[in-house]
């Protein structure tokens, strides 16, 4: 019986299989980042929303300031969109160069409108909201 030598086999396998795992792990990692971000620019938007319901400009600061990312933190916008209403809002729309030229690219919307139910006595006028 002639046995065959099979000593670098493993190491071979290894170098095939170890740049799809790598890409495997980044991937993860950028998708998870990117969630976390979306998930930061929806509490943003919801947070200043109900900040600025409250009428009070130190509330609304504050609330901006529970966004982790200062980039996000700025695009907020909220404020009173019509009688008992207030209307939040962010826009994200960028491209940054990384490494060996790839193009990074983020982009997300969102808005909530809220009324204000509890500043005004019962619900709104069958007509709609004044």
């Known amino acids: 019986m002639v046995r065959v030598r099979e000593k670098g086999q493993t190491l071979a396998e290894f170098a095939l299989i170890?740049?799809?795992?790598?890409?495997?792990?980044?991937?993860?990692f950028f998708a998870a980042f990117y969630a976390f971000r979306a998930a930061s620019a929806d509490w943003g938007v919801f947070i200043t929303g109900v900040a600025s319901g409250a009428y009070t400009q130190p509330a609304t600061g504050q609330a901006r300031e529970s966004v982790l990312w200062p980039d996000?933190?700025?695009?907020?916008?909220?404020?009173?969109?019509g009688a008992r209403q207030v209307r939040s809002q962010i826009?994200?729309?960028?491209?940054?160069?990384?490494?060996?030229?790839?193009q990074l690219v983020e982009a997300q919307r969102g808005a909530s409108t809220f009324r204000l139910w509890r500043f005004y006595p019962g619900p709104p006028p069958p007509g709609g909201i004044e």
């Open 18 to 28: 170890i740049p799809i795992l790598i890409l495997l792990v980044f991937g993860m």
């Open 72 to 81: 996000l933190r700025d695009r907020l916008d909220a404020g009173q969109s």
């Open 91 to 102: 826009v994200v729309e960028d491209s940054r160069t990384w490494l060996f030229g790839i």
